[in-house]
């Protein structure tokens, strides 16, 4: 192929992905601008390579939208009995994500994009070291392994249950299944103990609202305003409350998206007020580890008396994405319901991973990372509240985060977010912007946690010209 022009490589690469149904009738392809990156080349040859394809009749532009594989005499010719995915996945009773998540979504491995949206720890961040200790001592001790029983390694749920007695929550490692993430412990509930119809009540802004997870399961959600200090309590008593037909979902602990921190007292009075509705919590609480200023409050599960409380846990945030391990807590006769199900989906999480976090544990190696994960989470929020505070002051208002990732930024009224969104990408600067999480006020998440300060600051100075000029 060296002495073929490369336009006419592109050509032959794009016909082969449909030919071979890599790319079926319906696919939308990548944008010009990835293309000419993947390839190498500048996007005129781009262009050339793609006209000649519609002319072809194999693809089609669609204005405002882009460039499709389209159904035509040349590809009924060549895949006469190929069937149109792209229509049938309409019908899939877990619908796709937004459009604006799925950009977030593919655009958030770029390096040559600003990455103000990224909930992960940054490289200064990373555990490097920690891990490649775990590691090696793991590696020296692997034996035969095969499925498990679907609730997890027992010397991982073994030292869980242990650090979760530190703060409050007593229980055995029978009461504790290992997950792949926090997400798929919440689906696990949603499938194997909640029934179809029921009322989520849930905090309005949420990060669940940008995933279709209750939703694709036949839940209703409720929106509650999240206030200064987190979950409108007082809302959720005016609310029509189904007994054991509704349950509450949230995040009282550096609440993602907005950071807020429920105090002590608000979680004693959402304890009291669910015992006299019976209403079952789901409580998410993966950022409980990454406190800056002082340790949280107890979580709901630690008040919880009488097994009311599911608590969900990861390590996601707080040591790496990548290993997938997390954890849900609560009443056994719930622990082997969900673990049954675990073993109808995916016989478990993955035993090296489990391993490697349970050495972090057990050898002190974790802690050790999270004191040097929370001064550099100070450095860097204060870093991006001084940013903001000469910056954007005369554009937005925010809170000063107590612990996690994210500042929550909400914009003067005036501000068009879609537009704004718009924009900082095409500037190079990725952002979140409120409504993929229900807020209907002009509002960003903005990320501390991964971004450098350089990047920060460059990326805070370009949001600044997209306002002054709104």
């Known amino acids: 192929?060296?002495?073929?022009?490369?336009?006419?490589?592109?050509?032959?690469?794009?016909?082969?992905?449909?030919?071979?149904?890599?790319?079926?009738?319906?696919?939308?392809?990548?944008?010009?601008?990835?293309?000419?990156?993947?390839?190498?080349?500048?996007?005129s040859t781009v262009i050339t390579a793609i006209e000649i394809l519609k002319a072809e009749g194999l693809l089609e532009s669609k204005?405002?939208?882009?460039?499709?594989?389209?159904?035509?005499?040349?590809?009924?010719?060549?895949?006469?009995?190929?069937?149109?995915?792209?229509?049938?996945?309409?019908?899939?009773?877990?619908?796709?994500?937004?459009?604006?998540?799925?950009?977030?979504?593919?655009?958030?491995?770029r390096?040559?994009?600003?990455?103000?949206?990224?909930?992960?720890?940054?490289?200064?961040?990373?555990?490097?070291?920690?891990?490649?200790?775990?590691?090696?001592?793991?590696?020296?001790?692997?034996?035969?392994?095969?499925?498990?029983?679907?609730?997890?390694?027992?010397?991982?749920?073994?030292?869980?249950?242990?650090r979760l007695g530190k703060i409050g929550i007593s229980t055995s490692a029978s009461g504790i299944l290992i997950v792949s993430g926090a997400l798929q412990g919440i689906q696990l509930i949603s499938q194997g103990v909640l029934k179809t119809g029921s009322t989520v009540f849930i905090e309005s802004p949420s990060y669940l609202y940008s995933i279709y997870l209750f939703r694709s399961a036949g839940m209703k959600l409720k929106d509650i305003s999240v206030?200064?200090?987190?979950?409108?309590?007082?809302?959720?008593?005016?609310q029509k409350i189904l007994k054991n037909n509704s349950v509450i979902y949230l995040n009282p602990t550096y609440h993602n998206p907005t950071s807020t921190l429920m105090p002590?007292?608000?979680?004693?009075?959402?304890?009291?007020?669910?015992?006299?509705?019976?209403?079952?919590?789901?409580?998410?609480?993966?950022?409980?580890?990454?406190?800056?200023?002082?340790?949280?409050?107890?979580?709901?599960?630690?008040?919880?008396?009488?097994?009311?409380?599911?608590?969900?846990?990861s390590f996601s945030k707080t040591v790496a994405a990548g290993l997938r391990i997390g954890w849900v807590v609560g009443p056994e006769v719930v622990i082997k319901r969900l673990s049954d199900l675990r073993m109808q989906i995916d016989y478990g999480s993955s035993y090296?991973?489990?391993a490697v976090v349970k050495e972090l544990l057990a050898s002190g190696l974790y802690d050790r990372h999270l004191a040097k994960v929370r001064e550099g989470l100070k450095e860097r929020r204060d870093f991006m509240l001084n940013l903001l505070d000469y910056h954007l002051s005369e554009y937005a208002t925010w809170i000063?985060?107590?612990?996690?990732?994210?500042?929550?930024?909400?914009?003067?009224?005036?501000?068009?977010?879609?537009?704004?969104?718009?924009?900082?990408?095409?500037?190079?600067v990725l952002i979140n912007p409120g409504f993929i999480y229900n807020d209907n006020k002009p509002s960003i998440r903005l990320s501390f946690s991964f971004p450098g300060f350089n990047e920060m600051e460059k990326g805070v100075l370009i949001i600044k010209n997209l306002l002054k000029n709104m």
């Open 63 to 109: 204005y405002g939208s882009g460039i499709y594989v389209v159904n035509n005499q040349w590809s009924i010719l060549t895949a006469t009995s190929q069937p149109n995915w792209n229509d049938i996945s309409k019908w899939a009773l877990h619908p796709p994500s937004d459009k604006s998540v799925q950009i977030i979504n593919e655009l958030e491995t």
């Open 227 to 238: 206030k200064n200090n987190g979950f409108n309590i007082e809302e959720l008593a005016k």
């Open 400 to 428: 000063k985060p107590k612990g996690g990732f994210f500042i929550w930024v909400t914009l003067n009224k005036n501000v068009n977010i879609r537009k704004l969104f718009k924009q900082s990408l095409n500037s190079g």
């Open 352 to 354: 090296f991973s489990q």
């Open 264 to 313: 002590l007292k608000e979680r004693n009075q959402l304890i009291k007020l669910c015992r006299y509705f019976h209403l079952p919590i789901i409580e998410d609480d993966i950022y409980r580890d990454l406190w800056i200023d002082e340790p949280a409050p107890p979580p709901l599960k630690a008040l919880d008396t009488q097994g009311q409380v599911l608590y969900v846990g």
């Open 1 to 43: 192929m060296s002495k073929v022009p490369i336009y006419l490589q592109i050509v032959h690469s794009i016909r082969e992905k449909i030919y071979s149904g890599e790319w079926t009738i319906g696919s939308k392809l990548p944008t010009q601008r990835e293309m000419a990156e993947q390839f190498q080349v500048n996007r």
């Open 111 to 162: 390096k040559d994009i600003i990455q103000l949206s990224k909930g992960e720890l940054g490289s200064e961040l990373f555990p490097r070291s920690e891990i490649a200790l775990a590691t090696e001592k793991v590696s020296g001790k692997l034996h035969d392994f095969g499925y498990g029983d679907g609730a997890g390694d027992i010397d991982l749920r073994k030292e869980i249950s242990k």
